[in-house]
């Protein structure tokens, strides 16, 4: 089982910027790729970015790209998203996710663990 807490989330105005973190848990940080989603009040669950286990291969949705950097810190069992130029459409609920893969991926079905998401809203 893998535990994943995120934080860093919160109210900013647009063209703020935010970083998130989520905090890993209870196995090998350094063997599952890593992804952040987001939910936005009526809309289904989306793809923002994901990281592979050694951090050298990253992939961003289209809409996030450019604005949004992830990055991990293995020795400190930690994935971040750092959040720039931030929008109003960007308001969602964030979670980060855990799969065992050997690369990136963008679809939640390929991820094995979640985290309880921490909330992000911009405001215009």
């Known amino acids: 089982q893998v535990q994943l807490v995120e934080s860093g989330g919160g109210l900013v105005q647009a063209g703020g910027s935010l970083r998130l973190a989520c905090a890993a848990s209870?196995?090998?940080?350094?063997?599952?790729?890593m992804g952040w989603f987001r939910q936005a009040p009526g809309k289904e669950r989306e793809f923002v970015s994901s990281?592979?286990?050694?951090?050298?291969?990253?992939i961003y949705a289209d809409s996030v790209k450019g604005r949004f950097t992830i990055s991990r810190d293995n020795a400190k069992n930690t994935v971040y998203l750092q959040m720039n130029s931030l929008l109003p459409e960007d308001t969602a609920v964030y979670y980060c996710?855990?799969?065992?893969?050997?690369?990136?991926?963008?679809?939640?079905?390929?991820?094995?663990?979640w985290g309880q998401g921490t909330q992000v809203t911009v405001s215009s």
């Open positions: 996710a855990a799969t065992g893969g050997t690369h990136y991926y963008k679809l939640a079905n390929q991820y094995n663990y």
């Open positions: 990281i592979n286990r050694s951090g050298g291969s990253t």
């Open positions: 209870g196995r090998t940080f350094s063997n599952y790729a």
